[in-house]
Every structure is written in C-alpha cells, then in structure tokens.
C-alpha cells in the first residue's frame, strides 16, 4: 500500500494530493464517506462507480422489503 503525508489545517482541511485524487477521480464536488475502522479514518470516494459496484450487495433472504410488508401486516393484525 502505497502512502501520502498531508497536514490538518486549523480549520480541519486536508489537501489529498494530485495523484490520488486523479487515480480516484475526484474533483470539486465529489462527495466522500468518512469511516472509522479502528484507529484508521477511510476516505471512500462516493463516485458513480463506487455506487454501481454496490448493487446487488444487499441481496439476502429474506429481502428487506417482504420482510418489511410482513412486519406490517403483523402489525395490522395486533
């Protein structure tokens, strides 16, 4: 894993270098998710991409919607 040092400003800004931000294609106004793993902060570029490689992900049975409807119709009948 390759690595790139950036320092915090006061006002909490970090700049990513212009590598990164080519290779992930980030530009002014791309959204990105910030996750807490641990002691590490995850920087997940929300790009068109990243969005379309998670469909399907989700997928499990029971789905979430007919589980939903079902737990509606329980609460109809109480």
Do not use: C, N, W
Request: glycine residues 8%; without cysteine; proline residues 4%.
């Amino acid at each position: 894993m390759k690595g790139a040092i950036s320092i915090v400003t006061s006002r909490g800004l970090v700049t990513i270098p212009s590598t990164l931000r080519k290779k992930f294609g980030l530009r002014k106004g791309t959204r990105v998710s910030m996750i807490e793993d641990g002691t590490r902060i995850i920087l997940q570029p929300l790009t068109r991409e990243y969005i379309r490689s998670l469909r399907g992900s989700l997928k499990r049975k029971p789905s979430a919607l007919k589980y939903l409807f079902e737990s509606r119709k329980h609460d109809r009948a109480l």
